[in-house]
């Protein structure tokens, strides 16, 4: 069955295809975290949303399993989902001195960020949350990206010069990306998802400077915009 | 800056205003309604959000309705992102946005100072 089988409006082929494989990939190991720990993060990030009134509870999401993150893990994971423009150098620096990992702090961020993502397109169709897979046994790699340096982000990022680096020139794709797709690539799975959703959902990124061109032939560009603006707007994001 | 430039090719005189300030009519077709819908998905207001759908999905359609959901989901998860990694704006966009960026506030946001440093103490 459809992932969206319950909407009452159509939703076309490329964003099922996409949220299938975001819901998928959260489950699935990542590059620091397990399986288990990635769907803890993200069943946190929904009912901290739920307890903020942002987002409608639901049947379909299982109630979270406090004791397997950390306090710390769950006030990042609080803060990200519920009250992203709070969040300054201060907040960061204190999530790693309170034990998390910088290479932790960005996968997490992803995995919010993601599933906050899924979860505001089904409110905005009135559907429920969908349900996240149950998690895979796999071990994590845990290996820093050898070619991540400081690029004036808080964390290190790959850069786009990935004349030597395979991995970079794997996540980029062989073009240059902005700072906004290449912020999680500490951890390179959560970076290749952003890309992949931002082509499939704002639009491809070599349409970016043509401002007649909609990814959704129900909306102008300038329409589009509109909401990109609105909502960052309201998230206070600069960027 | 995506906003400026896509109506200015369309010849559409836009009241960027209207983005942070939802009584001013932004001046793009079915914009208010957008802003509007935009500001309910984000927010607490479950009644609102459902009377903003109903509006948008009666004037624009059920497509721009389903396009606007995927929008303000990406735009949620990359405002995250970008908020919580500290990521500076690129020096390109950086220039284009500085004449309207301190007339619509964003240069108060704290994520501001990513890119633009912090405040200096008077």
New interface residues.
């Given amino acids: 069955m459809s992932l969206y089988a319950d909407s009452p ?4 082929e490329e ?1 099922v295809a996409l949220h299938n494989q975001e819901l998928q990939s959260i489950a699935e190991t990542g590059t620091w975290l397990t399986g288990e720990e990635r769907t803890a993060i993200a069943q946190h990030a929904r009912f901290a949303r739920i307890k ?3 987002q ?1 509870a639901s049947e379909s999401v299982n109630a979270p399993d406090s004791d397997s993150l950390s306090s710390a893990l769950r006030h990042l994971i609080s803060k ?2 519920i009250a ?6 201060d907040f ?1 620096r204190k999530s790693l001195a309170s034990g998390i990992s910088d290479e932790e702090y ?1 996968e997490t ?2 995995i ?3 599933v ?6 089904s ?4 559907i429920p949350m969908r349900t996240l897979p149950k998690p895979n046994g796999g071990k994590p790699q845990q290996s820093r990206p050898a070619s991540a340096i400081d690029e ?4 290190a ?1 790959i850069p786009n010069d990935t004349r030597n680096d395979p991995l970079g020139r794997q996540m980029y794709g062989g073009g240059p990306q ?3 797709y ?3 690539s500490l951890a390179p799975k959560e970076a290749k998802r ?1 890309i992949l ?2 082509n499939a ?2 639009l491809p990124l070599d349409k ?1 400077m043509d ?2 061109y909609s990814h ?24 | 800056m ?2 400026r ?6 010849n ?1 005189p ?1 009241q960027l205003k209207g ?2 300030n939802p009584d001013i009519d ?1 001046g ?4 208010t309604t ?2 509007k ?3 309910a ?4 207001d ?1 009644p609102e ?2 009377r903003a ?1 109903g509006i948008l999905v009666n004037s ?31 020096a390109e966009f950086l220039e284009q946005s500085s004449n309207f960026r301190a007339e ?1 506030g ?2 108060d ?8 440093g912090a405040p200096s103490n008077p």
């Fill in positions: 409006y159509p939703i076309n964003i903020a009134k942002l409608e990200v989902a992203p423009k709070s969040i300054d150098l960061f960005v961020i992803g919010v960020s993601r906050v993502n899924l979860d505001i397109f409110r905005g169709l009135g004036g982000a808080w964390v990022t902005p700072f906004i290449r912020a999680l952003v959703g931002g959902q704002y970016f401002f007649t959704h032939p129900a909306l102008t560009r300038s329409q589009l915009e509109i909401v990109a603006g609105r909502v960052s707007v309201l998230n206070q994001c600069f960027y | 995506a906003l430039e896509s109506a200015k090719i369309k559409l836009i983005i942070v932004i793009i077709p079915g914009g957008l802003v819908f935009a500001s998905i984000v927010g607490m479950l959000l459902t759908r624009l359609g059920i497509d721009a309705l389903v396009a606007s959901s995927v929008i303000a989901g990406n735009f949620s998860r990359n405002d995250r992102i970008a908020d919580a990694t500290g990521i500076p704006l690129e619509l964003f240069n946001f704290l994520s501001a100072r990513n890119s633009l």
